[in-house]
């Protein structure tokens, strides 16, 4: 049995603008509804010291001042990646992880102050390109109520298979890579309890929770 980690905004990994703790539920649920083994955790960088046992990381809160831990989590966070762990970054999780330097090379993303941006929380259409993953295979395009990012910094190899349209652009939405041996996907989708509202985005998730423990085959062909 899987056992997965969502890591929730709390204390100084929370943020005026995201409800963490709803939405950590929300994900938490749908791991268990895969029959895993679901902790939250808000202690971030404290919980992130020891990761013995966890299969899966959710990421789901914002960046926050350092503490003597910071240390001590990074090599915890490194030691479940180069062990091959799976990691679910979510919305602006994918941008941050308690200031690790090299989060950003993991997720092949960033939001950058001024240049990123996103219209105003509402209802969405979202594209999904089921030919590019198997997360993605038996899916079609959506409706939601979520906030879709726009502008952000990408590595190059970055090939969505969920993304969007806005002013003539099409914008990376959700996508998995590799880093190392560790699995990783970013979901960018997820502000609020209302994503979760959406059955096709609670599929995606679960698609992508057996992807990261390798139940499903990386890409089609």
Known sequence: MAKTLVLSGGGRWADPWHAFAATSTRLAGIAESLGHTVEIAEELEERLVDLSGVDIVVVNAADGPVTDAHAAAIAGMHAFLDRGGGVLAVHVGGSNLVGMPDWEAATGMKWVNEVSMHPALGPSHVLVHPERHAIAAPLHDFDLIDERYCHLRLAPDVFPFVSHEHEGTNEPLVWARSFGKAR??????????????????????????????????????
């Open 184 to 221: 990783i996907v970013v979901d960018a989708l997820g502000h609020g309890v209302e994503s979760y509202d959406s059955s096709e985005h609670h599929e995606l998730i679960q698609r992508s929770l057996l992807w990261l423990t390798g139940t499903l085959s990386p890409t089609p062909g």
